[in-house]
Antibody, heavy 122, light 107 residues
Framework: EVQLVESGGGLVQPGGSLRLSCVVSGFSFSDHYMDWVRQVPGKGLEWVGRIRTKANSYTTEYGASVKGRFTISRDDSKNSLYLQMNSLKIEDTAVYYC?????????????WGEGTTVTVSS | DIQLTQSPSSVSASVGDKVTINCRPSQGMNRNLAWYQQKPGRAPKLLIYDASSLQSGVPSRFSGSGSGTDFSLTISSLQPEDFATYFCQQADSFPLSFGGGTKVEIK
């Protein structure tokens, strides 16, 4: 069964840091680009960023609101995706989802985790 | 950056109704557009990709169409399990973006 499981969410103060993880199973993780998407409860979806595969030098893309503060990485040996979040702001409060890109040529997410909640508050 | 405007923001419909949701990009784009369904407390589910291709396992009552600056998702005969929120997403250029969502409610 294809599965993505996020973890690492929690309560953090403004200006703090948090690292989210996404462990995958049931497919060849190293062959897929991966994304992070977030959602304020009751609101819309916001794309956070994307990481490509080793064959594409693990290059990354980020949304404007997180660029320079968030870093996406992966460890193919551990079937794991990461989101390092620094300089957190109240507006980063959201449910964070990891998603698998359906194919490299177009970033559609065909498998999603159930999300982990990040709350930024003093 | 491409912004996506969805309409309507909500629609009330009955089982068996045909429902159409629109998604308009802020600039013309290729058919690199997807549609997702999301139910409360759950992750989004991919329904349509490349504007009109049906994702494996998705019922054929869902269809997508459009190009350029006008895309749409149609549910031909609404079923009880289709009451949810629907989002479009463009994969034409970075940063990727989503529409604001359309909530399909029971009339």
């Amino acid at each position: 069964e294809v599965q993505l499981v996020e973890s690492g969410g929690g309560l953090v103060q403004p200006g703090g840091s948090l690292r989210l993880s996404c462990v995958v199973s049931g497919f060849s993780f190293s062959d897929h680009y991966m994304d992070w998407v977030r959602q304020v409860p009751g609101k819309g979806l916001e794309w956070v960023g994307r990481i490509r595969t080793k064959a594409n030098s693990y290059t990354t893309e980020y949304g404007a609101s997180v660029k320079g503060r968030f870093t996406i990485s992966r460890d193919d040996s551990k079937n794991s995706l990461y989101l390092q979040m620094n300089s957190l702001k109240i507006e980063d409060t959201a449910v964070y989802y990891c998603g698998r890109d359906r194919r490299a040529s177009a970033a559609y997410m065909d498998v999603w985790g159930e999300g982990t909640t990040v709350t930024v508050s003093s | 950056d491409i912004q996506l405007t969805q309409s309507p923001s909500s629609v009330s419909a009955s089982v068996g109704d045909k429902v159409t949701i629109n998604c308009r990009p802020s600039q013309g784009m290729n058919r690199n557009l997807a549609w997702y369904q999301q139910k409360p407390g759950r992750a989004p589910k991919l329904l349509i990709y490349d504007a009109s291709s049906l994702q494996s396992g998705v019922p054929s009552r869902f269809s997508g169409s459009g190009s350029g600056t006008d895309f749409s998702l149609t549910i031909s005969s609404l079923q009880p399990e289709d009451f949810a929120t629907y989002f479009c997403q463009q994969a034409d250029s970075f940063p990727l973006s989503f529409g604001g969502g359309t909530k399909v409610e029971i009339k």
